[in-house]
T-cell receptor, first 115, second 115 residues
Framework: KNQVEQSPQSLIILEGKNCTLQCNYTVSPFSNLRWYKQDTGRGPVSLTIMTFSENTKSNGRYTATLDADTKQSSLHITASQLSDSASYICVVSHRLSGGYNKLIFGAGTRLAVHP | AAGVIQSPRHLIKEKRETATLKCYPIPRHDTVYWYQQGPGQDPQFLISFYEKMQSDKGSIPDRFSAQQFSDYHSELNMSSLELGDSALYFC??????????????FGEGSRLTVL
């Protein structure tokens, strides 16, 4: 079954600290993996998209890694800020026949950054 | 830059009533997706349209229907509303994900509350 599992479910860190969120998937065949940030009650906003051949990708203080062999990804947040408090959702693109992709969402990690 | 516009942002209905949500994709985007996100849940795919034709169907109840119009905006029609339909409904748009890296842009969501 094509699934995306994220850990931890929730996380509390102090402002300025670093943290790493995990995403494991069993989706096959795999097209790409995305990390989204979702503020409460708002629409998800894309942070990174990683294809099969990419191992690391950065977007400011966010760095995503991908190990396609072990089907694991991580999102590292450096020098956290209060505004980083949000849910971080891992989304894996499942490649279907005909070239169409279906997105499979993880349940998200809820991050709270405290002053 | 123009984003995905959803309306209304908030909607309150009673059981057995009907509701219509609207989505205006980013200009030139040809694909629209609808997702339902219950409290504390990850987004669940409902339905998608490509070039005004239904391209994929997820866990959309039979009581719901959707379409994409000639101007590419989409409407999600929900009838015989149930309490369990209370959720945040997201619309997302993209250029068709054929190339596997099509960016998906989400709207801010429409919050439906069924009393």
């Amino acid at each position: 079954k094509n699934q995306v599992e994220q850990s931890p479910q929730s996380l509390i860190i102090l402002e300025g600290k670093n943290c790493t969120l995990q995403c494991n998937y069993t989706v096959s065949p795999f097209s790409n993996l995305r990390w989204y940030k979702q503020d409460t009650g708002r629409g998800p906003v894309s942070l990174t998209i990683m294809t099969f051949s990419e191992n690391t990708k950065s977007n400011g203080r966010y760095t995503a890694t991908l190990d396609a062999d072990t089907k694991q990804s991580s999102l590292h947040i450096t020098a956290s800020q209060l505004s980083d408090s949000a849910s971080y959702i891992c989304v894996v693109s499942h490649r279907l026949s005909g070239g169409y992709n279906k997105l499979i969402f993880g349940a998200g990690t809820r991050l709270a950054v405290h002053p | 830059a123009a984003g995905v516009i959803q309306s209304p942002r908030h909607l309150i209905k009673e059981k057995r009533e009907t509701a219509t949500l609207k989505c205006y994709p980013i200009p030139r985007h040809d694909t629209v997706y609808w997702y339902q996100q219950g409290p504390g849940q990850d987004p669940q795919f409902l339905i998608s349209f490509y070039e005004k034709m239904q391209s994929d169907k997820g866990s959309i109840p039979d009581r719901f229907s959707a379409q994409q119009f000639s101007d590419y905006h989409s409407e999600l029609n929900m009838s015989s509303l149930e309490l369990g339909d209370s959720a945040l409904y997201f619309c997302a748009s993209s250029l068709r994900l054929v190339k596997n890296t099509g960016e998906l842009f989400f709207g801010e969501g429409s919050r439906l509350t069924v009393l």
